[in-house]
């Protein structure tokens, strides 16, 4: 039995906020990824998500245990979408922890999760889940797709990194020079990509694509290095 | 240990279309009936099921499994919901199936769920629960609240039925007479509740109050009587 | 790695009322099968289901939840038999969920499973299994071999349907023309195999070797069409 | 919230050969304790495992694994009948480890369980649960209701014993001069009953209303001494 | 049923490194608790699980999941021990997850997990289960009594705190001004501690009697505010 | 795809206790194995085990249920630490009954156990292995690498046998005429051998290479005959 490659791959929540014509994308690059490698791919939760959360504070819902939860429900929601569209290729239902990731992945060609516990962004799921599986590279579909000097809807003179290192991205975030900074990666997932030497391949969400010139060897984003 | 009585209810999806202003009162009337009685729920999907499902066919999903599996996720995610804003009181995640109810039911106070399996309406789920509890009453809150002999968006003359017995309801829910006849109740919810001797009682959903008038021996829906 | 195709099969509970000799001819059959084929099969709960039953009433169980989990437990019992008659070739129990019977057939062979929940025939799971992996045909070997246009005890010029659409089939079974209907097939098995186009091939259940003349083109029983 | 004392009761596997009347005397005298006990039951698989179990054979199942594993099922099925019977009173399925047992304890009135896991006797499993729920007697509705000092089938002379250590016992077994010895106790259950200090009082099967009689202190049958 | 308090109480795992003398504290002051408050308590693996770590190391493992999983189990290992202790007192196996946690809860007297999951240390265990439950405080019987303004065994005249806010906290460990810094509480705990509000009381671990002070409004130790 | 043979190994707690020198030879044989069988492992769980029973003796625990799942948890410790070194080869964590064995076996390389359930040694749990997955031999990583005709610390002229029946055996530990007999194997284990023809085949802890020479068709220890 010849054994596949892992890819381990994340989704920020907006793709499935920007209805079929993205996700058709995504679905297809997905089902010809399939046929060289084996998938991981960790899903975010997007507006909806929000939405759920707004709806579960104005009834009366203060604790951040269950806020999260309904986070990650909304993330797995969108994950079972994604494993209904991939035909049978997928594991046929959201991984719910590391240890079901790992059972699985020996016969599925496919495994997709949402968030796994509160108090953890999916962007920390897709770094264990490259820790778990082995994988040394984890590509990120994020909101934007590069790490900037500058905030640059502030300002025109903010220059994109090719590379950064984790450690510089959290000086960054710390400064809360970038918009929607939670949005891109927080902490706790840079630290743990360090931690297992982990680069991060970002990817602008609406060109999923791209991601066909990072597995040749270009670098059409910024590339977090574990450092 | 004084053991309380349990009512069952199911809530239509569309309750929780209308935003958090009736979300409040189900929370409100679901908190206070928890004081007196155990609680089981069964919560629908609504438009966002709806939603989901149509993106799942715009990105080519064909399979009524996934397509019902993903309604079936929908209405747990509001299903979750409910369980989070009942404050420690209820069963912590949804009961996926009636075993589960069942081991839970004594030490919990409110047990909350959505759909169980593929291919089966919530309103079976409500109506199953119901016959595994033992209850004899589902209080049903659904998008209309009465069965009314002929369609009363095009009649101005149809009158509402104060009661109507089940196997009558399927005569003219397979005539088509009633709008939105599915979202009201399907034949197999219907087949069940008469085998286990289940009265329906339907109250408008958007009035969840008039389920205390119903407890208090007034009838302020429809009575489906399981005959 | 090639992907074999799947093969439904339902076998009636009547099949482990007669017998070793009938069970060997399956265990050959299903072994000879399997060389070629995925096989997913689904038992149902025969005569014993009906003593354990009638037992369960004599000694005071009146709800439907409880008896028909007794059946369901017999019917796993009878595809517990089957497994362990497979040598190795099986899953090593029978599976509970449509879920659980995804995440396995990647890896098993042979699936094997009685009724799933209360309120449901292990003819609906039938249906149900074939729509979650994507058969197209329900190879059924049922107690009678055809379905007739009157009752064939009861009237010698019966004459046998070589094909009927579940349609027609629904409407024969209401005027309760046939004997033993229920252990025919039920409305909401066909219902579900109309909604997902999974054409249904009576075998008579003595006879299971004629399904290798229906997988050669021929119609050894009667093809109940999905329309 | 009053703790109740917990009482451990095997049941042998003939009891549900008898039909109804028996059941029946085990139904009422279990809901006559169940209001002043906790109760922990293991059923036995009697004749119908027994049968399935050569009837597994026939079809050429040959592993001890398979073949156990049939007899658990058919033990477990009891199991699930007198759960049924018991009005909601008990945990709803058999307890499948001692872990489930522990767990559900705390909330159940009533714990049933058939075998539990191949090369165990149900004897076993009674003594095992005994010492997980920290029991000092295990009532045992047997085959037979006392220990003799011989067959007495065979001598007209044989006596029984009020009293007999449990290493007696096995040494009585070991020369086979019990009838149907097997069907009394194993090596294995006596062995785990002396080490944990488990006194196992046997009463006649079809005269389980003699627990009465144990529980006033008086002694129906033999009671065997964990030395 | 009167409803317990909850306390939540992290134990160091180097508690399980001193022998029987000072678990023997530990098992009585966790009775005594028991009989006044529901109790959630989360345990460290201690030297054990350093010693396992680096014999894994020794033998090959890189993979920061695995290493991090074989401590987890050391945790687990120390987290039974306290569960064996609590004579029937406990929940009988240690919780995996905070939905495990909530399910058990409400019939429960004591809780006792170890670590959740990888990349997670136990403190941050014990800060998600106090925000699961609902509870303000966090015990915490930590390697050192207090937190000191500077390194205590370098500095003669370093000075404890009797409060300290979370912030000022993470500034100080950031400095790595403190011995074991790791082994009081990383920064991940302290957030999650500050978003939910909760507070940390820290005691010396090897005087856990010490609790009773605390409990009684006195501050035997350091006041980690959530702020 | 080709099937492997399984082979099935128990290893004595005590290689456990005796540094990275020893599980070094253990991992990489087993690796080397991995690549020409399917592998079973059992391990023991060694003098952290007796003194992980110990504390809890000391700190109050006397159920032998509690000490025994003690015992099981530090034997899968040990199985967890051999799971982790072989680098995604084998099944993610200790199986923990031979359902899940067999559930996982089509897709699984290398299957790591410790103990299974209190009152069970884990040399049953090694031939119960081997029976379930239909293995005809076990190979016996033990404290001794021989049976001998009478205890060989005590007696010069003790001779160890090539090959001896396990009746035989049972004997010579009934007399106690060996030293920690119990280490070696108990009475449970060599019924289960015997009944399903189960060849066990002793080799030295200390020299786990000797396998392969018994894979050639030698025999580097003694030979336990089911008979």
Redesign the interface.
């Known amino acids: 039995?010849m054994v596949l490659n892992t890819l381990v791959l994340k989704i920020t929540g907006k793709a499935f906020d920007e209805?079929?014509w993205l996700?058709?994308k995504y679905?297809s690059i997905l089902k010809t990824l399939s046929e060289k490698y084996k998938l991981v791919v960790i899903t975010g939760g997007g507006r909806?998500a929000r939405h759920?959360i707004d709806?579960?504070r104005?009834?009366?819902?203060v604790?951040?245990?269950?806020?999260d939860?309904?986070g990650i429900?909304?993330s797995?929601?969108n994950a079972?979408?994604l494993?209904?569209?991939m035909?049978?290729r997928a594991?046929?239902?959201p991984y719910e922890?590391?240890?079901e990731l790992?059972?699985?992945l020996?016969?599925?060609n496919v495994l997709v999760a949402g968030g796994?516990?509160?108090?953890?962004s999916t962007a920390?799921v897709a770094v264990?889940s490259a820790?778990?599986v082995?994988a040394r590279v984890l590509y990120y579909f994020s909101a934007i797709g590069y790490v900037y000097d500058k905030d640059p809807v502030k300002h025109v003179d903010a220059q994109p990194f090719k590379e950064i290192t984790a450690t510089r991205l959290k000086e960054i975030l710390a400064q809360k020079q970038l918009p929607g900074e939670y949005a891109l990666i927080d902490?706790?997932a840079l630290d743990?990509a360090v931690?297992?030497g982990i680069e991060i391949r970002l990817i602008f969400f609406k060109h999923p694509e791209k991601i066909f010139e990072s597995l040749n060897g270009l670098n059409p984003g910024t590339r977090i290095l574990p450092e």
Chains 1, 2, 3, 4, 5, 6 share one sequence.
Do not use: F
């Open positions: 039995m209805g079929p996700l058709e679905v909806l759920y709806m579960a104005n009834i009366g819902v604790s951040n245990y269950w806020l939860l309904i429900d909304v797995r929601l079972l979408l494993i209904a569209s035909e049978g594991y046929p239902k922890s590391l240890s790992l059972s699985a020996p016969y599925s796994l516990i509160p108090g953890q920390s264990q820790e778990a082995g902490d706790k743990m931690r297992s």
